[in-house]
Structure formats: C-alpha cells, structure tokens
C-alpha cells in the first residue's frame, strides 16, 4: 500500500512514520510512503501557498493551485473514479469540518491500493480542492490542530495495522477497541472456547500481567482460574461495563446479544445503586 502525503512541511514527517509497526512495514515493504513538499508546485519567487479569504476574515487559506497541480504530478484516477464501488485510490483532505475518523472508516481505507492526503494548513483550505479534488474529508476529533499533519500520521498509523502481516498476531487487531464486525473466534467441535473476543464496536476489556499483586491491588481470580468460558464473559461484561462509562454512544449503535443485554441490564443497575 502506498501512503502519499501533501505538506509544507515536510520534515514534519521525520520522526513519527519512523517508529513501531509503521516503522517495521515500511521495512518488510507492506508499506510505501512519500512526502511532497507544496511549496514546489508554486510559481512565484516566494513560493505562495495561501492567500487571503474572499469576504474577509481572519487569517490565511491554502491556494487551490498548487495543491490541484501536486496531486495532478502524481497521476491519481479522476475523481469520479475514486467515488465508485471498487476504486483502489483515494485522496484524502485532513479537515475539521470532515467525516469522523473511525476504525469503520480505517478499514474502509485498508483495502486501498493508494491514498494521498492533502493536509491542510492556516484557516483551512479553499473549498474548491474539498468539492472536486478530494473524494474524502476526514476528521480526526473534534478540536482543531494547527495542521493536517498530526492527523495523515493517525491515519497512516491505524490503516497500517490492519493490513496483513502487519502485526506480529493477526488477532491482535480483532479485539482492539472500536472494531467492528468481528466475532469470537471460531473453534472445532470439543475445543475448549477461546478466553479472548473480538471487540465488536465496544471498548476493549481491561488487561492484566505480572505480578499478580502489585501495592496490594491482585489480577481478578477469574483470570487465573484457567475457565476459559468464565474468562471470555468476564471480558465481555468488562467490555460492556468500560463502554457504558466511557462511551456510551458506542452502546447505540452496538448490536448486542442477549448475553450482553442481560449483562448490560447487571450493569445498568449496579449503576443506579
């Protein structure tokens, strides 16, 4: 997979692609990324990438173009293609006022071939690159960042370890937070059930290791007790119990099993004692 990033700064992307997994799949060649710099699709001897606003306001905004000629230079499908079912490239505008970043949205993107991000910079970006240059806008939370840099590296970062081979377990990132469409592993008839289970949507259960005491606080008994069926509900309830605090929005859209509703309904009133 090939990761293509737009920037004025450029060795912005010096240290945080150079570390862990990124690191590992650019050097196995899972990955490629390349890094163009705005400023040399410019024309005047100052090498202008923004401009005042039309109507006034504050601050500056990104010119459309230089950012339309450096994504042209690089060959990408037209972008009607790249809005189709079945498109292997896409470009993407890092932008508060985007899509949300979710992991739904990142494995959407790991099936890709290409993906080129523009990051945005000053008050933003002319919209004219947003309506017919980009075929995503995507947002990484709701707060802004001085630039669109912070966010291509998150992106780049969860997209890569969905890939395969990523990951030194393949599993791992099937019971990570936030994942969807993901059930418990399945098992041979006779085989004991597996301690472990996919996330689902919900926020991953909480994890313990050694020492099995530490200052006085000891790993919950049912991890130790080698029941495998109690351990996979433990999580499930621990799951369920760390959504419900935390994000409970995630619980709506959630479709939940019969387990996890009698295990929500526990919860639910443990809550209102």
């Known amino acids: 997979m090939k990761f293509e990033i737009i920037t004025i700064f450029p060795d912005f992307f010096r240290g945080p692609l150079d570390y862990g997994i990124v690191r590992r799949a650019r050097e196995a060649g899972l990955i490629d990324i390349a890094i163009h710099d705005l400023r040399a699709f410019t024309r005047d001897r100052h090498r202008t990438v923004d401009d ?3 109507g006034g306001g504050e601050g500056m ?5 230089p950012i339309f000629e450096c994504v042209e230079s690089l060959k990408v499908a037209p972008r009607q293609e790249r809005i189709g079912e079945g498109s292997r490239g896409s470009v993407v505008l890092l932008s508060p006022q985007g899509r949300m970043f979710t992991q739904a949205v990142a494995q959407q993107m790991a099936v890709l071939d290409r993906v080129v991000f523009i990051c945005g910079r000053y008050e933003g970006v002319d919209e004219r690159v947003a309506e017919s240059l980009a075929d995503r806008e995507i947002s990484v939370g709701d707060f802004v960042l001085s630039g669109g840099e912070l966010g291509a590296a998150i992106v ?3 997209v890569t370890r969905l890939l395969p081979g990523a990951l030194g377990n393949a599993a791992s ?6 994942t969807m469409g993901v059930a418990a592993p399945a098992r041979a008839e006779g085989e ?3 301690s472990t289970c996919g996330s689902g949507g ?5 994890h313990y290791t050694r020492p099995a005491e530490f200052r006085g606080m000891p790993v919950p008994e049912v991890l130790v007790n080698g029941n495998h069926e109690e351990i996979r509900r433990w999580r499930r309830r621990c799951a369920l119990q760390k959504t419900l605090r935390n994000r409970p929005d995630l619980l709506r859209e959630e479709a939940l099993t019969q387990e996890d509703r009698r295990l929500l309904s526990e919860l ?3 809550c209102k004692r």
């Open 52 to 54: 005042r606003p039309f």
């Open 61 to 65: 905004v990104l010119k459309p173009e």
């Open 156 to 158: 780049i970062d969860t």
């Open 173 to 178: 990132s099937q019971q990570e937070s936030f």
């Open 192 to 194: 004991p059930p597996s």
């Open 202 to 206: 919900l926020l991953d259960y909480a």
């Open 268 to 270: 639910e009133a443990e």
